[in-house]
């Protein structure tokens, strides 16, 4: 069965203190793996593709990896803006499944 | 640019009655779909569109309809409102299917009594 797992569910971190988020996933065809970020009350707002393993994408202090199972977000010296809940999808050509998202708080 | 326009922000529903939660997108995208959100559960397919006179079911199509009859629109309309349709919905668009990051709408909070 397609899955997809995030974690932690919750990250508290002070502002500046680096982290990383988890997707780990068992698919069936990967076409490719996506991370939105979602701010309270809002739509998810796209952030990243990525579609092989070894692949990395940046943008201001977040970084995307992928392995062959996994992927992962990196968040270099957060802000509080950087506060929301971050979600992981994955296609796999016939669908999006999405993870349920890892609620971050960056503490002043 | 509106991006995707969802209507209305907030409803509340009496069990049995029927409604359409409006979506627009204006970026010219073929693909569309619903999705709704629950506490606790990822976003899950509700269903979805490759382009005007196309849809087809996602992974919780029951008590919901769609059409698309224009590339702009994508309605989907609840039957015959249930508890268990409380939920957020989201109407989302990309260029293609695959591949493609999607552009969320804002959202409508339902909530059936």
């Known amino acids: 069965e397609d899955q997809v797992t995030q974690s932690p569910e919750a990250l508290r971190l002070q502002e500046g203190e680096s982290s990383s988020l988890n997707c780990s996933y068992t698919v069936s065809g990967l076409r490719g793996l996506f991370w939105y970020r979602q701010d309270p009350g809002k739509g998810p707002e796209f952030l990243f593709t990525?579609?092989?393993a070894g692949e990395e994408k940046e943008k201001e202090r977040l970084k995307a990896t992928l392995t062959k199972k996994e992927s992962f977000l990196h968040i270099t010296a957060p802000k509080p803006e950087d506060s929301a809940t971050y979600l992981c999808?994955?296609?796999?050509?016939?669908?999006?499944?999405f993870g349920t998202g890892t609620s971050l708080t960056v503490i002043p | 640019n509106a991006g995707v326009t969802q209507t209305p922000k907030f409803q509340v529903l009496k069990t049995g009655q029927s409604m359409t939660l409006q979506c627009a997108q204006d970026m010219n995208h073929e693909y569309m779909s619903w999705y709704r959100q629950d506490p606790g559960m990822g976003l899950r397919l509700i269903h979805y569109?490759?382009?005007?006179?196309?849809?087809d079911q996602g992974e919780v199509p029951n008590g919901y309809n769609v059409s698309r009859s224009t590339t702009e629109d994508f309605p989907l309309r609840l039957l015959s409102a249930a508890p268990s349709q409380t939920s957020v919905y989201f109407c989302?668009?990309?260029?293609?299917?695959?591949?493609?990051?999607?552009?969320f709408g804002s959202g409508t909070r339902l909530t059936v009594v």
């Open positions: 989302a668009s990309s260029p293609g299917k695959a591949d493609y990051g999607y552009t």
């Open positions: 990525l579609y092989s």
């Open positions: 999808a994955v296609n796999t050509g016939n669908q999006f499944y």
């Open positions: 569109s490759v382009g005007a006179g196309i849809t």
